[in-house]
């Protein structure tokens, strides 16, 4: 079985949302705001759900960007990401799992000091925050 997923970039005023997130016993990490499907959902409505839990904004999606496939701890999976516009809403934690513990609008400088949770993604979000004028 395969686990599905989705992760947003999401650009405001020149900056990506981002979430400091982790289990409470491990060390906390960014990430661009992510999750797993759940049941039938699309991927779009996973997204615009993921990122309303982990950060309180309402988004609009803009488009497919990326995707990435893995194996990771015995788990194959696929993540879409998905550029998006924040559209309203205002910053506050509502994630059910308990896992975010902040949340932040990020500048290309700062994105690249990170420890990220996923170091793969690092290339992917600065080249996308760094060609976006929005």
Request: hydrophobic share 35%.
């Amino acid at each position: 079985m395969k686990w599905e997923g989705t992760s947003c970039i999401c650009v405001h005023d020149g900056k990506i949302l981002m979430v400091l997130q982790g289990t409470p016993e491990e060390e906390k990490k960014w990430s661009v705001p992510s999750g797993g499907r759940e049941g039938n959902e699309s991927l779009e409505a996973c997204c615009i759900r993921e990122v309303w839990e982990e950060t309180g904004y309402v988004i609009k999606i803009i488009q497919k960007l990326h995707s990435k496939e893995g194996v990771s701890q015995g788990i194959d999976y696929k993540v879409q990401y998905f550029s998006a516009e924040m559209i309203g809403g205002s910053s506050v934690i509502q994630d059910p799992d308990g896992l975010i513990y902040e949340i932040r609008w990020v500048s290309l400088e700062e994105l690249d000091t990170l420890v990220l949770s996923f170091p793969e993604d690092r290339e992917v979000l600065c080249s996308y925050l760094s060609q976006v004028k929005i």
